[in-house]
């Protein structure tokens, strides 16, 4: 890398260091406030907080070479109605965000599914806000919700870095999802009909009032235009061999009906309607002492002619306990193929990651991506080959 870049990659760290300091100055506080020896069952509010940082380089391919860093802070507080002697089986939360720094998906490397689940930009906003009431074995949840916490999510893709591996691309490339970073209103209902299994149901305003006109996530308009997104998911809990996995399956559809609210005689075409279905199957391989194997996969579809990704399948396998008595560390590899629509090909990655745990809040993880035909076969950018660095605290 030229002094230039590097130099250039300097500033832009501690352009955001500040972040990281407000942070760590924030952590002082709470850890002094929550010194107070109250017995965990009995504490209401639960707070938490935790930072993420990536240094991101593009070794080569792509738009540039270059570097980049970008943060996250995250700040969560919860509160049990039950723990607080009110009533049985409530639950608030909020959760505010700070994401600062780089965009090198968009600067460095150029591709769509986008190689680091914290980039987002420069915003200060409230990413979720919501009340859940517990009655039995159903759950009611309203606000403002993070779709990817529970629909759709898997626990094992959870240690990879690409975005992929979080909400599906047939969701976040198809359609105005209420997903990081952006978040919308919506209902959930989740009903626990069996003792491993699971009905999820929610609707959300489908279309996220964007951060321009929103910038901190508290003006919720419900435009005519703005249509509805519906999701549907069974979740079942299975084993093999005395291991665990779970497997779900959903479908979802999306409407968005703008263009119709300016001009009524527009073609069907211009209507964007938007539906699919996904399955993610995630099991435990082997859990032997310390040590652990496990693996998932998962996969999309959605014909809708207004979707940009057609296809999506990925897997991934991680290992745990094999490099260290104190099994404080994971070493993962994955990859995923999305079909692209409208002739763009397909774009497709290969991700390798190692988290160690330096202490019980702190962590490392250098990961590696190559990405092939970042934007789809049809854009003319090389594979990229990319490395990550991303360090984290959590308390």
Known sequence: MSRTKRFDAGIGFMKHFRWFLLFLFLVHHLTVFSQNEIPEEDVAFDVGMSYTADVVTNFSGGIKKGSAFLGLIELDLGFDTEKAQLWKGGQFFLKASNTHGAEPSATLVGDIQVLSNIEAGNHTYFQEMWFKQTIRNFELTIGLQDLNVEITSMAFGEMF??????????????????????????????????????????????????????????????????????????????????????YKVGVFAHNHFVERTIVNDFPDSLNTNTAGAYLSYEQQILSRSTKEINAFIHGGYSPSEVSLNHIYIGAGMGFSGFFSKKNNETLGVSGGWAK????????????????????GFFYLQPDFQYIIHPGGSQSGVKNAFVGILRFGLEI
């Open 161 to 246: 870095l690409n975005s992929s591996f979080g909400v599906l691309p047939i969701i976040s490339l198809n359609l105005h999802a209420p997903i990081y970073p952006l978040t919308s209103l919506g209902i959930t209902t989740k009903w626990k009909f069996h003792k491993k299994m699971a009905w999820l149901n929610a609707v959300y305003d489908g279309t996220p009032t964007d951060f321009e006109q929103n910038p901190y996530n508290l003006k919720w308009n419900f435009d005519v235009g703005d249509g509805l997104l519906m999701v549907s998911e069974f979740q079942n809990m299975v084993a093999f061999k005395g291991l665990s996995g779970v």
């Open 340 to 359: 692209l629509n409208h002739g763009m090909g397909h774009e497709s990655m290969i991700e390798l990651s190692w988290k160690k745990q330096i202490a």
